[in-house]
């Protein structure tokens, strides 16, 4: 090679000018922002994120339970290929939503405002918790164009509630979600192990991490105290502390909703869409609808609370098909990739919704990491429906069961009959497509 053919290959980058532009450079997946967060992050706090109930088997049966599903792209022609959809009357740049995570300012003090204009600038709909570091209203405040919903954990006393629901309503949240899978804290051993509490309480041990996370001490001491400031007005004994505190006082109060009766008093005191978060049998689904109820977030909660539950995706099926088109199924846990949201959509929920990858994102750099998981959801999105064959959202939902394949399916049940071939599959088909077929069910 001469000197000249040398001087063309080489590619010197100069420095990033922003920290989006560094991120674009260095984290090119959910996984790359998850190692990120863990870096910037104490590790009490990032077990706070990461952790689930028990032994974990929810936890892992989110992710796992995508590769169960394999694609069968379709071969033909991809025009004007578009992300966007509908959901609960509104339009969405891509369906997807920031599900509610509570305590987010331990995460990065510029906590949920930094969440709900990433959530804007992307055009996506963001849930925020009842039990937020900043308040409701602080929230709307600073991207007044969201569309926001609020997680809402009803009270029984009732004059309270309508309280909290005019408040909410005022501050311009369109959508309740109202969990149905928190009558109890799942017992998230990794923080017990850890000592962890929120806020952090300092003995030897958060001193050695801070010490060791110098630019998260930094910003944990420099901001307000983490607080639950949505609660100041509801709860007389004034603000809460700490998270086992704050649960106490919430389910001695009766903050959840104790059954379907306590879930027709909201549905007739709130006029907009209300969205049932944590449901996973398709009975609760069905007996949802006739209520009035506009949708369900099915949901473990993250596999944060009961252990050895069904994941969504588990369920999803026999959930579209009991429910029928009589209300919007938004799906989440172990969403890591837009490839995860196409076989959602595919399997028919309207939307998904991500948790623990946009609270990567904060970790890792505020709003513009909010930002960068975002897009990276969008791209993949469109790889993926791109390498597909489907150009829309409606398409893909049409297309729908024909463009996956569960893995104990067999292979020609996904074949039209007129392809199916006469001799037993195995003659027909490679061995390697015929490892997908075992014994379970979906
Ligand atoms: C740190 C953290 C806090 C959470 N807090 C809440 C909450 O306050 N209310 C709620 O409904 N769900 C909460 N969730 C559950 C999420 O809304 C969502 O269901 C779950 O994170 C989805 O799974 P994923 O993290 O795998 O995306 C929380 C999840 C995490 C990771």
Request: include cysteine; proline fraction near 7%.
């Amino acid at each position: 090679m001469r000197i000249k053919d040398i001087k063309s290959l080489a590619a010197v980058q100069g420095p990033a000018r922003s920290v989006a532009e560094r991120l674009q450079r260095r984290c090119y997946s959910v996984e790359d922002m998850r190692k990120l967060a863990a870096k910037r992050l104490p590790g009490s706090v990032f077990d706070y994120i990461e952790g689930g109930g028990e032994d974990e088997v929810s936890l892992r049966r989110n992710q796992s339970s995508f590769e169960d599903w394999a694609f069968l792209p379709k071969w033909g022609s991809v025009e004007h290929l578009d992300l966007s959809s509908t959901l609960l009357g509104g339009r969405v740049a891509m369906p997807l939503t920031l599900s509610p995570t509570g305590g987010t300012r331990l995460f990065h003090p510029d906590g949920e405002t930094a969440v709900a204009r990433a959530a804007l600038d992307a055009g996506v709909p963001y849930g925020l918790a009842h039990l937020s570091t900043t308040t409701m209203e602080h929230v709307s405040a600073a991207a007044p164009g969201l569309r926001r919903w609020f997680n809402l954990e009803p009270t029984a006393d009732k004059g309270l509630l309508q309280a909290v629901l005019d408040r909410v309503s005022n501050a311009g949240y369109e959508a309740l979600v109202v969990n149905v899978d928190c009558r109890a804290i799942g017992h998230r051993e990794r923080d017990y192990r850890n000592g962890f509490t929120a806020p952090p309480s300092i003995k030897p041990k958060t001193v050695i991490e801070g010490a060791l996370h110098p630019r998260w001490a930094l910003g944990f001491l420099a901001n307000d105290a983490i607080a639950f400031p949505n609660l100041d007005a509801e709860i007389p004994q004034g603000p809460l502390s700490s998270t086992p505190d704050m649960w106490r006082t919430l389910l001695a109060g009766s903050y959840e909703p104790t059954d379907w009766d306590d879930i027709r008093d909201l549905r007739a005191r709130w006029d907009g869409p209300i969205i049932l978060k944590g449901v996973v049998n398709p009975r609760d689904a069905v007996r949802a609808a006739e209520i009035g109820i506009d949708a369900v977030q099915v949901s473990n909660h993250g596999g944060r609370q009961l252990d050895h539950m069904a994941s969504a995706l588990d369920v999803l099926p026999d959930i579209v098909e009991m429910t029928a088109g009589r209300m919007e199924i938004i799906v989440d846990g172990g969403i890591r990739r837009g490839s995860d949201v196409v076989k959602a959509i595919a399997l028919g929920a309207d939307a998904c919704a991500i948790g623990r990858p946009y609270l990567y994102g904060l970790a890792a750099a505020s709003q513009a990491g909010v930002a960068h998981v975002l897009k990276l959801m969008a791209a993949e999105m469109t790889r993926t429906m791109m390498l597909l064959g489907v150009s829309t959202i409606p398409e893909l939902r049409d297309e729908g069961r024909d463009l996956l394949r569960h893995r104990s399916e067999a292979f020609t049940r996904a074949l039209p009959t007129d392809f199916r071939p006469n001799q037993s599959p195995t003659a027909e088909f490679p061995p390697a497509q015929l490892a997908y077929s075992d014994t379970r069910t979906p």
